[in-house]
DNA sequence: ACGGGCGTCTTTTTT
DNA sequence: AGACGCCCGT
């Protein structure tokens, strides 16, 4: 009991103890919301003796949920393993595998991601006969995500009416589209949460189930829920009262993904008997970081006003550096990251570095590379998003569900065997006229006259797969399967001999997929090969598995990510980059003052990561598309920290300049520092060598003979290989 | 069928 | 500048 209070403030405790009706957290930056959610589960388990799988808590992104879980089973040991802590849509895959052939989805329904969305999209837009080019199937995409996050859309009795504001062609596109979604037994991320409240609101005897499952409710980031969620929520929470959301209005950034702000300020009118606190004592950061995002937060007009007290006292001013471009503003941060690595003994870990885009990570990468600094970034580039990866995982998806054209064609002629754009066009047309999937067509003798050599192939190749997959529930049976797809469809044979520099880290990067399976058997060992890919479809952060294979520590890495990917986490040294007009606060929210507020409550989010120093940077130029540079003005946000809180510094890109024209960005030659070099010598394992684009990396193969020698380094986490006779490298000693 | 070369367009944030 | 898609030559 003592334990479980421990080292709470009173609110904290308060908010700890009331664990019976309805409970609104407003929960300030760096007041302890996660310790308290974690003291609370506890607390419900060891003091009030309810039952960890009776009790479901609910977070946002699949970090915060697994920082969740880790907490509260460090915290309460291994009774921590039954208490149900999820994002939203894996929550909604685990009722809709369950129950959701109730209201008409296949239990092994298919997810569907953004990249598959668009590919449907672009199969419907060619069949309508409209042209790809014009009508952007990712734009069409965004638009159907938009809409289906919309209230109305969960409300309308008639959806015609909502299409009708679209423009002319989207609603038969959209019909389609729902239509296609469901031949092919697929939900996109939408539907997940769509089906869900659907699946609730109708079928009462399995909302009762459930609302008996889960008896106590906790919902993390609630100012960030959408319709969706919030009905779902409020169904589960009906019967027992029991819900405690957590949340705060000024760090609520995802209205563009349909949250709705009023969820948690209405929070006491859509309960009864609301207990409401605030934690307004924040132990994260420093007095300095803390007044500036005061400050900074204070412009926004449509918030509750609020002050959070400091704990921590006094500290480093903000560092605002004003570079010459974007080169100057990588230098910068990565020279920073080094000074005070050596003088403050601070290590890679301590340090973050957050931009608005995604694109802008890049040149971060390179910096950090070249200083030879291991880094991570959050949500960049995905691991699951690479091509090989996913012809893997598309095999698989077929395996488990025919039905799925995307995955289908997506494997189809892949490793090549013969099945060009025509024979797959006389499929589709024959699976349309009988009105049977294209799989059917296949294997079920619908094609007449001889059949090509290629479609013969890929019918054996799914049909022993699909075999395989019925067989025996060995322990390592999704590995072995994914294995076997792997030699059996020929993708590993075409990839071996392909022999490229390419090829290789395919292969690297498809055994690392395997890996990862095995390692998800370990730690699931009932799952079935659905089970599996409805999890992992889910993941998306999740971190290249391939990754920091060389590092002693593999935890103590820089980390970069967006500013949205930021949310709910902490770093002592916080880089915030990019502060200029059109980029943060960026170019298309501009337009609406509440498009704006979100924009600084973006800013406000990334200050209040840090513990103890913040550096503001910005380029005063920037390079756009065609190699044009132009300027940029400051932010606006940094001119609402206050004077007297800023520590003004300036930076010169001493790397790269303007040529004489001003136009472009001159390149001047990477002075690597080798403390000697010998051009003659022979190459061995583990050497340490200088890339002329890449930087120092560290050999870990070495293969083939002669001319025809290649050496495979890694810089970080990425690895490359070369072929030897056209790389400059340089060995240092 | 397939890869290289060339022309196009680019830029928001994510489960 | 770089990624991507399309067309053409093989």
């Known amino acids: 009991m003592n334990n479980l209070l421990q080292n709470l403030n009173e609110r904290q405790q308060e908010a700890v103890c009331h664990t019976e009706g309805p409970l609104l957290i407003f929960a300030g930056a760096g007041s302890g919301k996660t310790r308290v959610i974690v003291h609370r589960i506890a607390y419900l388990i060891k003091e009030k003796k309810i039952p960890p799988y009776k009790i479901l808590a609910v977070t946002f992104t699949n970090k915060a949920a697994l920082e969740m ?34 209201i008409g989805i296949s239990n092994n329904f298919t997810i569907y991601d953004q990249n598959d969305q668009q590919t449907l999209l672009k199969q419907i837009l060619i069949d309508l006969r409209l042209d790809p080019k014009k009508i ?16 109305l859309y969960l409300e309308t009795k008639n959806l015609d009416l909502l299409l009708a504001d679209y423009s002319f062609n989207f609603a038969p596109i959209f019909k389609e589209y729902q239509k296609r979604l469901k031949e092919q037994e697929a939900l996109d991320f939408n539907d ?24 106590y409710l906790m919902i993390d980031e609630y100012q960030d829920t959408n319709y969706a969620q919030y009905l779902i929520a409020k169904y589960l929470s009906k019967e027992s009262q029991n819900i405690c ?7 609520s950034i995802y209205s563009w993904r349909g949250a709705d702000i009023r969820n948690i300020l209405d929070f006491e009118q859509d309960y009864q008997q609301v207990k409401v606190i605030t934690l307004n004592e924040n132990y994260r950061s420093t007095e300095p970081i803390l007044q500036a995002a005061s400050a900074i937060i204070k412009n926004n007009k449509d918030r509750k006003e609020k002050n959070l007290l400091s704990c921590q006292g006094d500290g480093e001013k903000i560092k605002w550096c004003q570079t010459n471009n974007e080169y100057g503003e990588a230098e910068f941060v990565i020279s920073s990251i080094l000074s005070k690595k050596n003088r403050e003994g601070l290590k890679n870990k301590d340090f973050a ?18 200083e030879n600094i291991p880094y991570r970034v959050v949500g960049g580039l995905k691991f699951y998003a690479r091509k090989e990866i996913k012809d893997i995982l598309a095999y698989l998806r077929f395996i488990s569900n025919q039905n799925d054209k995307i995955s289908m064609l997506r494997v189809i002629n892949n490793p090549p065997r013969g099945i060009g754009r025509v024979s797959v066009e006389k499929i589709r047309a024959l699976a349309q006229k009988e009105g049977v999937s294209e799989w059917k067509i296949i294997n079920d003798g619908y094609l007449i006259g001889k059949i090509s050599k290629g479609i013969e192939l890929f019918k054996n190749i799914i049909n022993v797969a699909l075999d395989l997959n019925e067989e025996v529930p060995e322990k390592i049976k999704l590995s072995k399967l994914a294995l076997k797809v792997f030699e059996i469809s020929g993708y590993k044979k075409n990839l071996e001999e392909e022999k490229t520099l390419e090829s290789h880290s395919r292969l690297d990067n498809i055994y690392a997929l395997i890996n990862s399976i095995e390692d998800y058997e370990l730690t699931n060992p009932e799952a079935n090969l659905e089970q599996f890919l409805q999890d992992i479809s889910l993941f998306t952060s999740e971190e290249d598995p391939n990754e920091n294979f060389d590092l002693k520590d593999k935890d103590d890495v820089v980390t970069l990510m967006t500013l949205h990917n930021s949310k709910g986490l902490e770093f002592p040294i916080v880089f915030l980059t990019g502060l200029e007009e059109n980029t943060f606060p960026h170019k298309f929210s501009l337009d609406t003052e509440e498009e704006l507020e979100e924009e600084r409550r973006l800013c406000y989010v990334g200050i209040t990561r840090a513990k103890e120093e913040v550096f503001l940077t910005n380029s005063e130029v920037k390079r756009t598309f065609g190699g044009e540079v132009e300027y940029q003005s400051p932010s606006r946000f940094l001119f609402e920290v206050p004077k007297d809180l800023i520590e003004l510094k300036s930076f010169r890109s001493s790397d790269f300049r303007f040529n004489e024209s001003g136009q472009s960005f001159q390149q001047r030659e990477f002075k690597p520092k080798v403390v000697s070099r010998s051009n003659n010598s ?34 970080g986490r990425a690895r490359k290989t070369f072929l030897e006779k056209y790389t400059h490298l340089e060995k240092i000693y």
């Open 69 to 102: 879980k880790n907490r509260v089973i460090d915290f309460i040991g291994p009774a921590g393993y039954s208490v149900f802590v999820k994002t939203f849509h894996a929550m909604a895959v685990f009722i809709l595998r369950r129950h959701g052939e109730a």
């Open 136 to 151: 952007k199937p990712a734009s069409l995409a965004n638009k159907i995500s938009e809409l289906k996050d919309q209230r």
């Open 192 to 215: 997940l949460l769509l089906k869900t409240v659907e699946l609730l609101k109708a079928k009462e005897e399995i909302l009762k189930d459930l609302q008996n499952r889960w008896k």
């Open 245 to 251: 959301v957590v949340g705060d209005d000024d760090q």
């Open 353 to 370: 570095i957050f931009y608005r885009t995604n694109a802008q990570s890049r040149l971060f990468e390179d910096f950090l590379r070249r």
């Open 682 to 715: 022979k190459f061995s394992l583990k050497d340490r060598v200088i890339h002329p684009k890449y930087g120092v990396g560290q050999i870990f193969k070495i293969e083939g003979t002669d001319d025809n020698v290649k050496i495979s380094i890694s810089f």
